[in-house]
């Protein structure tokens, strides 16, 4: 199963126009973000408020990630302030999986952002969250914090945006986005072994652990005939027929 790199702002300094800062509401929506990451299976590692970008950007690449997600939110330049509006997700121009993933985060945030034609994905080279990291890169600024109109926005919709977010997550990694439920404790119950836990709803799906006969595992979700179960440290999909819930 995927794993990425979640990092919300670290700017403390930058202010909302009605109140707040970028870091505040930042972390808000990666804290509403986090039940629907667990709930779809998308592992994450996530910064903190007092750790800088570059910070960020080094504990990310000390990692093996599969996307690093950067959220941010946008001011106007000098001149400008508080009269521009819209969305735009930053990729680094040589990397094809970061402008898929950019591109799949922008093409669904235009369902719920009031200004879709405001919002687009676009390259750059001048982000060190996009030029530095190692893994595929998707720089997120989610509205202009200084437009009253955006920041308000922001502050109404963390929950719809998140669930846009990692429901684009989840199409990028090829995996069925799945709303939170409640954990519940199973057992394996299968008379050859072992089952099979596999990184996909899918009987070809790649293997990422076997777990044996009478093994415990944590139900955290179900696709059709599928659990989505976490076994020791892996997080993958089984098969419910084989499952027994205690």
Do not use: C
């Amino acid at each position: 199963m995927p794993i990425i790199y979640l990092s919300p702002s670290t700017q403390e300094s930058n202010l909302y126009v009605n109140s707040g800062t970028e870091e505040e509401w930042m972390n808000r929506l990666a804290d509403a973000m986090a039940p629907y990451l667990v709930a779809s299976g998308i592992q994450y590692v996530r910064n903190t408020p007092q750790m800088t970008a570059a910070g960020a950007i080094a504990a990310s690449n000390r990692g093996r990630y599969d996307l690093h997600l950067a959220l941010h939110s946008n001011a106007a330049p000098e001149g400008k302030y508080g009269q521009v509006r819209g969305i735009v997700v930053y990729y680094f121009p040589g990397s094809a999986q970061g402008k898929r993933a950019a591109e799949r985060i922008a093409e669904n945030l235009k369902a719920i952002y009031p200004l879709p034609d405001l919002v687009r994905a676009q390259p750059t080279t001048a982000i060190g969250e996009v030029r530095r990291v190692r893994a595929p890169s998707a720089f997120l600024e989610l509205g202009y914090h200084d437009n009253r109109d955006d920041a308000a926005w922001i502050q109404s919709n963390l929950d719809a945006a998140a669930r846009n977010i990692v429901l684009s997550l989840t199409e990028y990694f090829g995996i069925p986005f799945l709303t939170p439920t409640a954990p519940r404790n199973a057992v394996v119950d299968v008379s050859w072994g072992y089952l099979n836990i596999r990184s996909r709803p899918e009987t070809s799906a790649p293997i990422l652990a076997k777990a044996y006969d009478g093994a415990k595992l944590t139900v955290i979700n179900q696709w059709q005939g599928w659990y989505l179960v976490r076994f020791d440290a892996a997080v993958g999909y089984a098969s419910a027929d084989f499952i027994t819930l205690i």
